[in-house]
């Protein structure tokens, strides 16, 4: 084989790996999505800066981010590696590494449901086939529950504070761009620490204070529009709307009001999470929104909380409404642009349910 033969060969390999990781994060992220919608909705409806606040209904937003949805996550990836059995482990692995972490655990949820599942599966293939009958449902039961409470507290001691050891990483990388004055360059941990729901940590942890001690001397703040900025994800939920998978298609348009009016931004990460490729248009819009927010010495008084277009303009100082707006718009402009050159304007999608109705016999 010549060389130039081979290099075709490894770019075809690294793109199907790619390609690969994203099916399965989107394997485990899409089935979950209506919880997720479910979530924002009531997040955005009943929390004290809501549309309808509501003290007893909004004792359910914790609860739902911190457990439910992490541990869905965790269920569907284990349920991927081994079915059912899987599934199980899957989720009991997760509720040990949600109870032992301070932030979401999404992306450790990630990492354990199907490592547990794994675990399940390799049990079962090489000592639960072998069990007499009349000792399987004993051994089944009571060895899913053994890795599954083995996984649990690996996940609260070991997992857990990995993924907070990442995130306080991801916080000084901010601070040092911050300090070397590259701000656009910001976008390239903070798109990416969003999408994998580190964006509270990221934003409470690092941009608040930062921009409180701005504030205090100027008045506002630039640092307050880096992460609610909501035009990097209603770009590319408008570029799913149009381009994407049929999926996609029949849920973007409800997110991006959850998104863009509610302030949810975590209602598009799990369309990122299934469409890897798409965190470079987030990081673009980012970039974009906050090089525009720079030119015009555009800032904020305080943190919108949440991060809709209405909180966004509540709290934007008298006279700074062009230089925020131009920002949010031109982030959104650009995430939605690269996002529709990424999917390909959709032809992709339409390749494949064109396919899939062939398979099913021209029947969609």
């Known amino acids: 084989m010549t060389k130039t033969e081979e290099a075709p060969s490894r770019g075809h390999r690294v793109r199907v790996t790619v390609q690969r990781f994203g099916g399965h994060m989107a394997g485990m992220v899409m089935p979950n999505i209506g919880a997720f919608i479910a979530w924002g909705l009531i997040t955005a409806l009943f929390i004290p800066s809501g549309w309808t606040p509501n003290a ?26 081994h079915g059912q059995r899987g599934a199980v482990v899957g989720a009991v692995a997760t509720v040990g590494l949600a109870v032992g972490a301070e932030i979401p655990m999404f992306l450790g949820a990630m990492a354990i449901g199907p490592l547990a599942g794994l675990l399940m599966k390799l049990f079962d293939e090489h000592i639960g086939s072998r069990t007499a009958p009349g000792f399987k449902m004993l051994v089944d039961n009571f060895s899913a529950g053994i890795i599954g409470g083995i996984m649990a507290v690996l996940g609260m001691l070991a997992i857990g504070p990995v993924v907070q050891g990442a995130t306080k990483a991801l916080g000084n990388g901010v601070q040092a761009l911050f ?186």
């Open 56 to 81: 007893k209904i909004e004792t359910l937003v914790d609860p739902m981010i911190n457990f439910l949805l992490p541990v869905l996550i965790g269920y569907t990836g284990g349920r991927l590696v």
């Open 179 to 364: 300090d070397t004055g590259l701000l656009p360059l910001v976008s390239l941990i903070v798109e990416p620490a969003k999408v994998l729901f580190l964006n509270n940590a990221i934003n409470h942890g690092v941009l608040s204070p930062l921009g409180i001690a701005d504030a205090a001397q100027t008045g506002k703040a630039i640092e307050f529009l880096i992460e609610p900025n909501p035009g990097p994800g209603l770009g590319i939920l408008l570029a799913l709307t149009f381009f994407g998978a049929k999926s996609a298609r029949a849920t973007a348009p409800g997110a991006i009001v959850i998104q863009f009016l509610g302030g949810i931004h975590e209602i598009y990460f799990p369309y990122i999470l299934a469409a890897p490729r798409l965190i470079l248009a987030a990081i673009a819009g980012g970039a974009a929104g906050i090089f525009v927010f720079s030119v015009f010495d555009a800032g904020l008084t305080a943190t919108p909380a949440p991060g809709s277009i209405i909180a966004v303009l509540a709290v934007t100082p008298k006279g700074g409404y062009l230089g925020v707006i131009a920002g949010v718009v031109i982030a959104a402009v650009v995430s939605f642009l690269i996002s529709a050159v990424l999917l390909k304007f959709g032809r992709d999608a339409r390749r494949e349910e064109r396919e899939q109705q062939l398979a099913n016999g021209g029947q969609v």
